[in-house]
């Protein structure tokens, strides 16, 4: 029989060797299946997969079973949750290192899995699923504090969108391809891509990463609500640069890629898959992982996954791993029958003598007698210029935005369009013209990539300013007229007035209609903005 001294003793002894064996989290993600109707009328049925990410060293604690809680969508309220037991688990390390990489460093994940199928009363709003666990390790480089917030995935299953049913969905599964060697500012690439089995069109963004569990609630049981909090990011880092200004992610790939940053240790990365039918966002997917920056040198050639000149003829290429033991260079540029088109420069410049696609390939050699090379397609296609306009005020009506963008050679054949809106669930779009109306007030700002079938890409952006409502004040309140008199009434905004009554009045819809009242009279004006 326990006393109260000895619970409160077991209590303290809890929280004091949690942290010992639960803080090797490294991510997870949170997919599903469509399996057809359910069982019941109204229901449908899912297969539904959780995965944790858990680092191989140090003492680990993996979890059992993992708790689902499933939230309506339009009210945040729990549904239900379900008690999904661990199915599998499998390590994942890496084997075989480029020979040019000095001091390799250990790359190794336990993948534990948990799968479960379950049905769902068929509703409008569609589903919020969310798990959430404990805990983060000390010191990561990019978040504040780490080892006090736990981790929630997330994701969502879609219900009717303008009249149209879209919960027979399956949600996107990411591909694992989570062993990348990351070496200090050396130029990496790491796929974090995603297939889908309806053929939606996937786009890809970093997001914040979410708080979660925490030492002394491992598992919450159920999962607290929607929305969840944010991450503290640090400063030079932030949830759109995870790993600072040198990486980014490719928004049609899934590709993360560029030079990694000088300072060693664990960092969060969190992307957000947009799922996209026919221009409607239906859904949208989360995956977090923890990666190292590794004390470790590549000496190799690396190049971008291509190269588009779509302003002039002019290119400065440059190695991209930015090895420090690189001692020789030789640039081929890949011009059709020309032998002046080479160079042994560091980091040469070329102009091309003509549009067109070419291969350049880059050969680099260290003192070791290391020797690598690497290839990229180069697209040549000046006059290729992103733009676009809007219309829209105030956040009790959409926005309207229009691509203005202009291509030379080949067509604009894509868009994707990031709102900045973080009161909205679809804060972005792949139609070219789309409309958005915006959750809240404030400034936002807003960015549009596009694509040509020559394989241009570039991004406009524009601040907006979204306003409660329009600016309206009167220049007086009262006054005294006689009978006879006519009298110009004042107000001052932007857009279409309407004063009543209308009754002994010239010009109505304008600022300063005339009013000549026999009576005394009050009035009243509206004015509408763009709506």
Known sequence: MYTLKSILLLVSFLILVNPAFARHGKGGSITYEYLGVGSASGTSKYRMTVKHYIDCDGTQFIEPASYLGIFDAGSNNLVKTLTIQESSRTTIQKQHFDPCISQPPKVCYV????????????????????????????????????????????????????????????????????????????????????????????????????????????QPNPPSSPPYSNLPYVSAYSADQPLGPGVKIGANTGIISGVAPSTLGSYVISVNISEFRNGVLIGVSKKEV?????????????????????????????????????????????????????????????????????????????????????????????????????????????????????????????????????????????????????????NYKVLLTVGSSKGCMDTSTADILVLDKPFLSLAFRDTLICSIDTLALHANGSGVFSWTPNASMLKQHTASPLVFPKTTTKYLVALDEQG
């Open 290 to 442: 923890q990666v190292t920056v590794a004390d470790c040198t590549l000496s190799a050639a690396v190049l971008k996954e291509s190269y588009n000149t779509c302003k002039d003829f002019t290119f400065q290429f440059h190695n991209e791993s930015f090895a420090n033991n690189v001692r020789k260079y030789y640039w081929d540029f890949g011009v059709p029958n020309s032998s002046s088109d080479t160079s042994s420069a560091e980091i040469p410049t070329y102009t091309y003598p003509d549009t067109g696609r070419y291969i350049l390939k880059l050969i680099v050699a260290s003192e070791e007698g290391c020797e690598d090379s690497a290839t990229a397609n180069v697209l040549v296609y000046p006059g290729f210029d992103p733009g676009f306009t809007f219309t829209g005020s105030c956040f009790q009506s959409p926005f309207q935005f229009g691509d203005i963008s202009y291509a030379q050679y080949g067509t604009v054949n894509s868009w994707l369009w990031d709102f900045e809106d973080n009161y909205s669930a679809s804060n972005s779009s792949a139609s070219q013209n789309p409309s958005h109306q915006y959750g809240g007030t404030g």
């Open 111 to 218: 993948v534990v899995t948990y799968t479960s199928e379950f049905e769902l009363r068929d509703n409008v709003a569609g589903y919020v699923l969310s798990e959430q666990e404990c805990c983060r390790i000390g010191g990561i480089i990019n978040i504040g504090n780490s080892s006090a917030y736990g981790i929630t995935n997330t994701n969502i299953i879609p219900g009717v969108i303008g009249g149209v049913i879209y919960r027979t969905n399956s949600s996107p599964v990411f591909m694992q391809k989570d062993t990348v060697v990351i070496c200090h500012d050396s130029y990496f690439s790491m796929d974090f891509s995603a297939t889908d089995a309806d053929g939606d069109k996937l786009t890809y963004a970093f997001s914040s990463g979410k708080t979660g569990g925490t030492v002394q609630i491992r």
